[in-house]
């Protein structure tokens, strides 16, 4: 009888706390990505799939992403911006936290990419509001 007890209260307790997980999530504002969506679904941005598979284009962006991620003065943020390959042109996009982190990515960038363009379209972080 006091097993049953027990069982019940422990029941009972993971739903109260289940319910109060669930009304803490419902304060806490949606991302919204809206307008970038749209901006790259028009088709006028690369994105990834947008990656040409030419081998050389392929090398490129693997030499590019190692001296990005080797370079220890950039954030993770920084460390996963997207490069793009298409014939002819690399594109960088995403966020970084300054300028500074732009203009090495774009350095890196320039340095592998040889007579290939590059297009600088990263974008800095606004700096967070609690800081």
Request: net charge positive.
């Given at each position: 009888?006091?097993?049953?007890?027990?069982?019940?209260?422990?029941?009972?307790?993971?739903?109260?706390?289940?319910?109060?997980?669930?009304?803490?999530?419902?304060?806490?504002?949606?991302?919204?990505?809206?307008?970038?969506?749209?901006?790259?679904?028009?088709?006028?941005?690369?994105?990834?799939?947008?990656?040409?598979?030419?081998?050389?284009?392929?090398?490129?962006?693997?030499?590019?992403?190692?001296a990005?991620?080797?370079?220890?003065?950039?954030?993770?943020t920084?460390?996963?911006?997207?490069?793009?390959?298409?014939?002819?042109?690399?594109?960088?996009?995403?966020?970084?936290?300054?300028?500074?982190?732009?203009?090495?990515?774009?350095?890196?960038?320039?340095?592998?990419?040889?007579?290939?363009?590059?297009?600088?379209?990263?974008e800095?972080?606004?700096?967070?509001?609690?800081?």
């Open positions: 009888m006091k097993t049953t007890f027990y069982t019940r209260l422990t029941v009972t307790t993971l739903a109260v706390l289940s319910i109060a997980a669930m009304a803490a999530d419902d304060k806490k504002p949606a991302p919204d990505n809206t307008e970038r969506n749209e901006r790259d679904r028009a088709g006028q941005n690369l994105t990834p799939v947008d990656q040409s598979n030419r081998p050389e284009d392929l090398k490129l962006v693997a030499e590019i992403r190692k990005v991620v080797a370079d220890d003065s950039l954030s993770m920084a460390k996963n911006v997207k490069i793009i390959t298409t014939p002819g042109k690399v594109t960088l996009r995403g966020p970084v936290k300054n300028a500074d982190e732009k203009t090495k990515i774009a350095a890196h960038a320039k340095a592998k990419a040889g007579t290939s363009e590059v297009v600088d379209q990263l800095v972080k606004a700096a967070d509001k609690a800081q």
